[in-house]
């Protein structure tokens, strides 16, 4: 697990001794990361340091999706990776059958509007979710120095899609009805 700790210069050690910056524990993800301050978090299944930190990596692919599809239908890929790993239980999945839809049913991203009510429709509410996490948006951070998020946003997508493994036969179900009713 790595952490986006970019703080821990000693020489900032507080009077109240407290020479380490705080980390959280994210939720949804488990990544755990420094605490931003500021705001709670506007995602519900997420903390505040990791909602923030997935707003940093793909504000460039957000800059550029106005302009290039590609960059459009790679920040629909990410979105969904990183809502299908901060599900609350009981809420509907939509965000697995997005998954589902772009990975196995090659479904382009891009009608990811087109086919929302549906998938609002047909997702299904899981009650338990993955314990752990192959990789997570912390992992991603990491590794952006050396790798870009064209090809960083689609191993997340199909490792966070494996880890749904126990409910895909519920998520396939569904994804496969949502196609049904948009023939
Ligand atoms: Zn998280």
Redesign the pocket.
């Known amino acids: 697990m790595s952490d986006a700790d970019t703080r821990a210069d000693t020489a900032t050690a507080d009077p109240a001794g407290s020479a380490r910056p705080e980390t959280e524990v994210?939720p949804?993800?488990?990544?755990v990361i420094v605490a931003v301050p500021g705001p709670a978090s506007r995602v519900p299944g997420?903390?505040a340091s990791?909602a923030a930190l997935f707003e940093v990596t793909v504000r460039g692919l957000r800059e550029e999706a106005a302009q290039d599809v590609r960059t459009a239908a790679l920040l629909q890929l990410a979105t969904d990776a990183y809502a299908a790993?901060?599900l609350q239980d009981g809420e509907p999945a939509a965000a697995a059958v997005r998954l589902c839809l772009w990975l196995e049913r090659g479904t382009d991203p891009l009608r990811a509007g087109e086919l929302a009510g549906r998938v609002d429709d047909a997702a299904p509410r899981l009650h338990s979710r993955p314990a752990r996490w192959t990789t997570?948006?912390a992992d991603l951070a990491a590794d952006l120095d050396v790798v870009d998020l064209p090809a960083l946003v689609p191993s997340w997508a199909d490792a966070v899609w494996a880890d749904w493994g126990p409910a895909h036969p519920a998520v396939r179900a569904a994804a496969d009805a949502v196609l049904a009713a948009s023939r």
């Not at 949804?28 to 990544?31: K, N, Y």
Request: proline letters at 0%; hydrophobic letters at 25%.
């Open positions: 994210c949804g993800c488990g990544a997420a903390s990791c790993q901060h997570t948006v």
